[in-house]
């Protein structure tokens, strides 16, 4: 078991808690969770399982490392695949693993295929399924990630939020509050714990071949990423989004990392031209330390990223959501975001705005602390405790 698994004040007959993860998103979420779950009083016992939604060294290995998550204790290999066959393969290879282990509970986290999976698994078994981040909701069912926070917070058993406008959301779909519990945001216990590691932004130019004056210049730079199915699994989104951001750099210029999948359509569609020249430093996609490097150092973040739009509110930059909603209203209403969808005029005058001195600031959220994952790792120890265990 993971970490400090052999608890001797855990009761019992309680078995260890199934944290899972399976694609990048989800590791600096987990990471704060095993170790407030360590470091908790009764020393919580956990099984880490990787589904293996994600496994290039680049979006997995590198960010284990930077998080310092302790390695698997499974890894189920699943890799790549339509929905229908990734959600499929999880739940197959993830339930031997429940009745194996014993599980008291199973801990999930975010909106990916495998937090979905994972959640169907544990209810139909009648293992009760804790999800952290519950309640975010961008209202569009066209998102993958809208199906799997929908359905995963109408069976789980416990609701952790990060912001109090989930409640809300989660009220209208006729969940009771009783479920739900207002825990903060592990995402940014993550980015405090690691502000003081954060790489330079230069010295990542330099080592990816660019220009590192592009980062070290009064002007400074923005930082882009997209990998949003409908932003770019379409030529027609694809491309004249890559003309805006283009134009953007002339403006300020990009430093870009790139998402397999927004690599292999750029290749697809031919559209290298766009991304190429001295303005754009293309890179691979990035590390933790690195991406939180290239964050705090930028004047401006234009991205399509969940995550990043709470990361830049928590760093106080500027983020111009490339997406027609957002389902973290919060890092609009408090924080640095605005969304500006696909609108080349918004995005411009966006960037404009910057290269002017201005650019939006805000304020950092209610629970945005740095203790998020005490908080969830204190109300889950009572919670199981009071509930009990097999044979009580
Ligand atoms: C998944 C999540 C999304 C999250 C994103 C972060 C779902 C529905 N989507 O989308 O919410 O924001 O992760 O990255 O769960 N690939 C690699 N190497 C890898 C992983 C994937 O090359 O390690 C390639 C795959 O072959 C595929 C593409 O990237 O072509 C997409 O991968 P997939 O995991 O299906 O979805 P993401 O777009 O990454």
Redesign the pocket.
């Known amino acids: 078991m993971t970490g400090a698994s052999c608890s001797k004040n855990w009761p019992e007959n309680l078995g260890p808690v199934l944290c899972v993860v399976?694609?990048?998103?989800n590791f600096m979420k987990m990471a704060p969770i095993l170790r407030a779950f360590a470091g908790h009083e009764l020393a919580i016992p956990t099984r880490l399982i990787h589904t293996g939604?994600?496994?290039?060294r680049?979006?997995?290995d590198r960010l284990f490392e930077d998080l310092r998550l302790p390695r698997p204790d499974v890894n189920l290999g699943v890799?790549?695949?339509t929905?229908a066959v990734?959600t499929a393969e999880i739940m197959k290879r993830f339930e031997p693993q429940v009745d194996e282990s014993g599980a008291s509970c199973i801990l999930v986290v975010?909106?990916?295929?495998?937090?979905l999976a994972c959640t169907l698994v544990g209810v139909k078994k009648g293992v009760p399924v804790a999800h952290v981040e519950a309640g975010l909701r961008s209202f569009d069912r066209g998102m993958?990630?809208e199906i799997?926070r929908v359905l995963t917070d109408q069976v789980a058993d416990l609701l952790y939020t990060s912001e109090r406008g989930a409640l809300d959301n989660l009220r209208r779909e006729g969940i009771s509050p009783a479920r739900v519990e207002f825990a903060g945001n592990v995402m940014i216990d993550s980015l405090i714990a690691n502000r003081q590691y954060a790489r330079r932004p230069a010295e990542i130019l330099e080592a990816a071949g660019f220009d590192a004056s592009i980062a070290l210049s009064p002007a400074g730079y923005a930082v882009a990423t997209l990998?949003?199915?409908s932003n770019v699994d379409r030529e027609e989104t694809l491309r004249p989004l890559l003309e805006t951001l283009r134009e953007a750099s002339a403006r300020l210029p990009l430093v870009f990392a790139l998402?397999?999948?927004t690599r292999?359509n750029i290749e697809r569609f031919g559209l290298d031209a766009l991304v190429a020249g001295k303005r754009i430093a293309l890179l691979p996609?990035q590390g933790y330390l690195e991406m939180l490097g290239l964050m705090a150092g930028a004047r401006l973040v234009l991205t399509d990223?969940?995550?990043m739009q709470e990361e830049t509110t928590a760093l106080g930059i500027p983020c111009l959501t490339m997406r027609e909603n957002t389902e973290r209203p919060i890092t609009v209403e408090q924080g640095t975001n605005t969304v500006v969808g696909r609108d080349r005029e918004a995005i411009l005058a966006g960037v404009a705005e910057v290269v002017a001195g201005g650019g939006k600031r805000g304020r950092l959220p209610e629970l945005w602390d740095g203790h998020a994952a005490e908080r969830i790792a204190a109300h889950l120890a009572a919670w199981l405790a009071a509930r009990g265990g097999r044979g009580t």
Do not use: F, I, K, L
């Not at 939604?53 to 290039?56: L, P, R």
């Not at 975010?110 to 937090?115: A, Q, Y």
């Open positions: 399976g694609a990048r998103p939604q994600h496994y290039d680049e979006m997995n890799g790549s695949g929905h990734q975010g909106d990916v295929n495998s937090t993958p990630e799997n990998h949003r199915p998402h397999p999948r292999g996609p990223s969940g995550g």
